[in-house]
């Protein structure tokens, strides 16, 4: 169910079982990225793991336009933008979206990463200018995005030590290991998406001892109008 307010007045709309709400994925928001005036958010409709464009209908309200399924079953774990392409940074893969049609979103390109090294902790991707990062738990790899997409290119990273501490510097381990006493029912501040139109609001309540219940809203920032994207509850030992 996507809930929607407005000024204080309460909007509800349908758009099929599951369209944007996320149920029982643990410990990981959904991804959402900014495109220009459109937001592109991870979604799960039955077996089908996508990518959506949200854009905002003539009263201001954020409105689910098309979308695509992801063609790897790979856990997502990150979306950038490169120029007016969409890129997803998949477990072992990399796959790049046009959303040039918001209504009619494609894919143009996948990489297949090879797993270069065991698994190391953290992880994440770096933009260098034409070039992204792409440092897994497993996987090492640059990707040159020079040109259209089918000039792109994917290359290995020699698994070195230094490497391997740049790859574990992205993930912050301290403060997945902070005490659980000391979470308390919080309402996270708005964070801008490039672009000035929509930001993402996180609220954590705790409904039981032991659970963390995390919900993500996309927030149209003009009108104020806020849609639910996701949700999931987290046990703490």
């Known amino acids: 169910m996507i809930v929607s307010l407005l000024r204080g007045r309460r909007t509800v709309g349908v758009l099929g079982a599951s ?5 029982g994925s643990a410990a990981h928001a ?5 495109l220009g005036r459109i937001a592109i958010v991870e ?3 039955g077996d089908c793991h996508a990518i959506r464009a949200i854009v905002l209908d003539p009263k201001g309200m954020p409105a689910a336009a098309g979308a695509v399924c992801l063609t790897k079953s790979a856990a997502l774990h990150q979306l950038t933008r490169q120029g007016d392409y969409i890129v997803a940074q998949l477990w072992n893969a990399i796959e790049i ?3 040039a049609d918001p209504r009619a979103p494609r894919l143009v390109r996948s990489f297949t990463l090879d797993e270069t090294h065991p698994s190391w902790g953290g992880g994440g991707i770096v933009h260098e200018g034409d070039r992204l990062l792409v440092l897994g738990t497993t996987v ?9 997409p089918s000039a792109w290119s994917v290359r290995n990273l020699e698994p070195t030590a230094e490497l391997r501490r740049r790859t574990e510097g992205l993930y912050d381990q301290e403060a997945r290991e902070k005490d659980p006493s000391e979470f ?3 309402r996270r501040g708005l964070i801008p998406l490039e672009g000035g139109v929509f930001a993402v609001l996180w609220r954590e309540t705790r409904p039981s001892p ?4 995390h919900r993500q809203y996309l927030r149209a920032v003009e009108s104020g109008a806020t849609m639910q994207i996701d949700v999931h509850d987290e046990t703490i030992d």
């Open 97 to 99: 979206y046009s959303f």
């Open 19 to 23: 369209a944007l709400w996320l149920a």
């Open 140 to 148: 090492s790899a640059e990707l040159e995005m020079a040109g259209p």
């Open 184 to 186: 308390v029912p919080v």
């Open 30 to 34: 959904a991804q959402v990225c900014a």
């Open 43 to 45: 979604s799960r409709r």
């Open 210 to 213: 032991g659970v963390l219940r």
